[in-house]
């Protein structure tokens, strides 16, 4: 079977490797679509970091691993003891892989197990393939009027969810979000199904402030023209927002992250930093304010966004920008992105 596999730095390979066998507790699924994620491209760029060089303590596996860990599909074969997923039905993947021993697994927080890893990134196959087989729980049936190319959107929405559970959100909640692509996107459409006040976004591409207003934003703010925490207070009645999303990762955004928010407001971390940067406390400690940190998703998310685009609450059809087939995956999909990011939001490959 066809499967595209990461070697290192600039290197992945679409190559014929041998189709996985399915075995007691497993699953086999077909993907049908796989979105290309901001870690495939760091991988690709300056990697390897989360693909394993060593073999990984819960699948086994290292380099080379195929990738793609947003994938939706179909199921084609079950292992003899599977009662939980049938034969065809389609399905969006939960790549989390956990080893369901350690202290934080007994305390169901499979995200951050201490072994952890993702399908797709540590082993155990990916989307980026013809044939996946995972632990059957690892799958969620999609009701049949979610198609599968929106389908393969519920693992970047369920980051976006995932958030905003973390944060002390009511009603009448004024947000922030420092970062308005693809994640920044999908903690838009968590708010906005779940419901809250004002969303602002600071965000610096042009091609981006509009998708942020197409999904929801209120106001969208270019942070190399506006004084972001000024225009913050001034749009919350001069005290600022209840919360602050930072899906930027940026030195000057952690520092206005904290700085914009009220008395006693929070600062939600979603992104992924590169770097140790330098971080002044004080301006946390004046307003007693807190800062939360959130990592992936557990399986509540998804099933909360599943039923949320079922609901119709959700509708992120339009954060498709590109559909490329899997032998282009890295000059169509990889490079594109990365000579183009800013008028792309999510990348999906065709299997």
Known sequence: MRAARYYGTEDIRVEEIEEPKCGKGQIKVKPAFVGICGTDLHEFLGGPAFVPQTPHPVTQEKIPITL???FS???TEIGPDVTSIKIGQCVAVQ????DG???ACKRGLQNVCYNGGFVGLSGWGGGLSDACVIPADYALPIPDNIPLDVAALVEPLSV??????????KADSDILILGGGPIGIAVILALRARGCGTIIVSEPSAQRQKFDKHFGADVVLDPREDDVVKRARELTGGEGVDIVFDCAGVAVGLAAACQAIKVKGTVVNVAIWEKAVPFQPNDLVRREGSYVACLGYL???FKDVIKALADGHIKPADMITSKVPLERVVEDGIR???????KHVKVLVEI
């Open 68 to 70: 793609g860990h947003e």
């Open 73 to 75: 599909g179909t199921v």
């Open 95 to 98: 790549p989390t892989i956990f």
């Open 101 to 103: 021993t350690c202290g």
């Open 160 to 169: 976006g969810w995932h958030a905003v559970s973390q944060s002390p959100l």
């Open 299 to 301: 399986k509540q998310d």
């Open 336 to 342: 594109e992105l990365i000579k183009n990011k800013e």
